[in-house]
Each structure stands twice: as structure tokens, then as C-alpha cells.
């Protein structure tokens, strides 16, 4: 239900939420860099100087700052965009709505207002707050899966196992159209609950190659520090779900 321009507009607001996933993720490797700074610092006897608190205070300030910028190109990309469409597409099915036959639309009119009203407002919240994030998230991860696997291996698939076994249970979901509301809830709560054990694997797999010599300790507070900031898209992705199911039937119209 989307024109080519909303599409080329989908895509920007895509990547502009994975690029607010690396600004958070940015983050997540200052403080990696400041705890190992410090650990160094206390094994081997440095003191923290005056330029490096300068060093660190003005990343945070440039980690703040795109972070800021990020949030605010996401923000555009996503709801100016979205809304311009939803204004496009009321348009259009009002123009439909004015060339059926007088005597239908009079009979049936606050049937055909209720419908065209409920359907309007789920599909833009589907453009504005479920696609571009869900997108985001894909490129985020598949980008951080692809660093994390040439890092470690075996660490690798300790921290994103999980992501394929809870979209499987949403695709299951999806797949044969759970009519339970209650079952679908479960079923999602599940995914999210087995989206968080990565982390718990991941510090257990780091704690036993590290304590058979065969992981450095930096390389396993890295991956714990990058476990922990990962999943939060995924996550987001996840709880969205539910709506973009809820608003499959208004997105199940021929092409006006």
C-alpha cells in the first residue's frame, strides 16, 4: 500500500534507525574502552591523568552529540514521512469512496467511515513505528553478528543463538495464524524471555574459556559489554510484532 517515493523513504528511515542503534552502540565501546583504561591502569600502577579525563569527557560529549543527531534524523525519517503517506493514501480512498453509487454510500456510510478510520490509523502506526525500527534492527544485527564471528567464533554463536530460535517462535506464530490471544502473548513473552539468555551464555561460555586459558580477559569483557547493548533492537522488533499482526487484516486490500 505504499507509492515508490514512500518506499525509497521506507529505506532511508531504515537506515536511519540502524544508525541510531550504532550511535547507542558507540556507547557501549567507550565504556569497554574507559574499563579497560582502568583495569590496565590498577595492574599496572598508572594513575588516571588530567588528558585523559579530558580525552573521555569529550567523547562522551561526541557519543552524546550523535546520539542527538541520530535520534533527530530517525525521528524525521520515520514519522514526517509516514504521515504525508497516511495523509496520500486518506486522500485516495476518499476519492474512492466519492465514485461509488450514492445510494451505497448512504446506506452503509458509517460502516464504511468506522472501517476506512481503523484501517488508516493502523497502517500508519505499521509505517511509523513498527517497519523502519524492525528493519533498523536486522542491519544492526546482521552487521554486529558478521564483527562478532570474525572476533571469536565460539563466543559468537554463544551470544546469537538466540536470535533465530525466538524469531522461529514468532514465525510459528505467524505461520498458522494463532487465534488464541492469550497463547500469542505467551509465545511472545517466550521469544523475549529466550532473547535475554544469550547474555547469560555468553558469560558463561567467556567464565569457562577463560578459565581453560583460551580467551583473553578483554575479548570476553567485550563481548559482554556488546551482548548487553544488542539485543535491546531485537528485542523492540519483537514487541512490535504483535501490533504488525494485530494490523495484517487493514493491510489486506487490493492496490488502489
Request: glycine share 4%; charged share 10%; net charge positive.
Amino acid at each position: 500500500m505504499l507509492s515508490e517515493q514512500r518506499l525509497i523513504k521506507l529505506l532511508i528511515a531504515s537506515l536511519s534507525c540502524s544508525f541510531q542503534n550504532f550511535a547507542l552502540m558507540l556507547q557501549a565501546g567507550l565504556a569497554y574502552s574507559f574499563i579497560m583504561y582502568m583495569l590496565v591502569a590498577y595492574v599496572s600502577g598508572f594513575k588516571f591523568t588530567d588528558s585523559k579525563s579530558l580525552y573521555y569527557l569529550g567523547a562522551c560529549l561526541v557519543c552524546a552529540m550523535l546520539l542527538l543527531l541520530a535520534s533527530w534524523f530517525q525521528y524525521n525519517a520515520s514519522f514526517a514521512g509516514s504521515y504525508k503517506e497516511s495523509n496520500i493514501l486518506r486522500v485516495i480512498l476518499a476519492d474512492k469512496v466519492r465514485k461509488l453509487p450514492p445510494s451505497f454510500v448512504k446506506a452503509n456510510s458509517q460502516e464504511i467511515i468506522s472501517a476506512l478510520t481503523k484501517d488508516c490509523a493502523s497502517l500508519e502506526t505499521i509505517q511509523t513505528h513498527f517497519t523502519a525500527p524492525f528493519i533498523g534492527s536486522v542491519i544492526f544485527t546482521a552487521f554486529m553478528s558478521l564483527a562478532l564471528l570474525y572476533t571469536n567464533f565460539i563466543m559468537a554463536l554463544a551470544v546469537l543463538w538466540v536470535v533465530p530460535v525466538s524469531f522461529g517462535i514468532i514465525y510459528f506464530l505467524v505461520k498458522y495464524n494463532l487465534r488464541s490471544e492469550l497463547l500469542r502473548e505467551i509465545l511472545a513473552l517466550s521469544s523475549r524471555l529466550i532473547l535475554r539468555l544469550g547474555l547469560v551464555t555468553c558469560a558463561l561460555t567467556g567464565a569457562l574459556l577463560f578459565s581453560q586459558g583460551k580467551l583473553a580477559a578483554n575479548i570476553l569483557l567485550l563481548f559482554v559489554i556488546t551482548a548487553s547493548r544488542l539485543y535491546d533492537p531485537l528485542e523492540i522488533a519483537l514487541n512490535n510484532l504483535s501490533g504488525v499482526l494485530a494490523a495484517r487484516p487493514a493491510v489486506n486490500y487490493p492496490r488502489l
